[in-house]
């Protein structure tokens, strides 16, 4: 059993800073990509920003400069520093990954955590 456990949300002021982060435990054997998504009231899920195994990252056009993602391989764990933060970053923000839990599997499972609230309001 697989789980992506988020921390951090929670409310800030227009120009503060949050710092998420998203924890892989359990049976695992590979995690690849790594990736925080975010859904507002009324509005589709969107990617925000991903990190590759090896490090390379990339993001929304909204985010970029202002947000930085990075990851610890050894701790299994990805984060998301978010600077600067402004009324519309409010939203659920979401971990998510395709990991391998043994060597038969051909293709990795895309799992998901729970969700973290982010509130920007002044």
């Known amino acids: 059993q697989v789980q992506l456990v988020e921390s951090g949300g929670g409310l800030v002021q227009p120009g503060g800073s949050l710092r998420l982060s998203c924890a892989a435990s359990?049976?695992?054997?590979?995690?690849?990509?790594m990736a925080w998504y975010r859904q507002a009231p009324g509005k589709q899920r969107e990617l925000v920003a991903a990190?590759?195994?090896?490090?390379?990252?990339s993001y929304a056009a909204s985010v970029k400069g202002r947000f930085t993602i990075s990851r610890d391989n050894a701790k299994n764990t990805v984060y998301l520093q978010m600077n600067s933060l402004k009324l519309e970053d409010t939203a659920v923000y979401y971990c998510?990954?395709?990991?391998?839990?043994?060597?038969?599997?051909?293709?990795?499972?895309?799992?998901w955590g729970q969700g973290t609230q982010v509130t920007v309001s002044s």
């Open positions: 998510n990954a395709p990991i391998t839990t043994s060597q038969s599997m051909l293709v990795p499972l895309n799992y």
């Open positions: 359990g049976s695992i054997l590979r995690i690849y990509a």
């Open positions: 990190i590759s195994s090896g490090g390379n990252t």
